[in-house]
């Protein structure tokens, strides 16, 4: 059975997931020109930053991973450390891109985006088959439900109002951009 919180945070990784989809296409897309494909990379850099990040990844470590280590979810070296590296591994990457971007290196930031994308389409399999199934065991439906709400709070908080809303209006712009259903 799932929980409140674990289910919104496997709701968020489709998200996460069609957008790296998206990304595929448009990295591989030959249509397009170069100062479009920026224009497109900085968008989904932004999707990235804040909402895989900010929000996503903030509701991990802020709310969820500190209440599995109370509940003897192992830290260092257990399941949640090598998720919280695993996040410092793609801010490093989303760096990266943000750089190549920057210098206008579209090469370079292909590169990036492709390391970045395998660590998270990997990352995103281990929270929802190891770690999120871990939470539902030892997680109450009140503790859940406690996180969830903790969760709401965070995005009214850290991304603002109507950003959510913003983002997914960026999805559907990209998925028509680029042909992904």
């Known amino acids: 059975m799932m929980g409140k919180a674990t289910q ?62 109370v509940n003897v979810i192992i830290n260092e070296g257990g399941p949640v450390g090598v998720m919280l590296h695993e996040h410092g591994v793609g801010r490093d990457y989303i760096a990266l891109m943000d750089k190549a971007l920057e210098s206008g290196d579209l090469e370079e930031f292909k590169a990036a985006a492709k390391s970045y994308s395998n660590l998270l389409r990997n990352h995103i399999e281990k929270e929802n088959g190891v770690l999120f199934v871990m939470a539902d065991r030892v997680l109450s439906d009140e503790k859940q439900d406690e996180l969830f709400e903790h969760f ?25 951009a680029f042909v992904v259903h």
Not at 30 to 53: C, G, H, P, S, W
Request: include cysteine.
């Open 8 to 69: 919104d945070l496997r709701k968020e990784h489709d998200s996460i997931l069609h957008v790296l989809e998206i990304l595929d296409e448009m990295m591989s897309a030959e249509n397009k020109e170069d100062t479009e494909m920026l224009q497109y990379y900085r968008e989904i850099v932004y999707f990235l930053k804040t909402f895989a990040d900010k929000c996503h990844h903030g509701k991990d470590e802020n709310h969820l991973f500190p209440e599995l280590t």
């Open 152 to 176: 709401e709070e965070r995005e009214e908080k850290v991304i603002g109002h109507g950003v959510h809303e913003e983002l997914h209006a960026m999805i559907d712009k990209w998925s028509k």
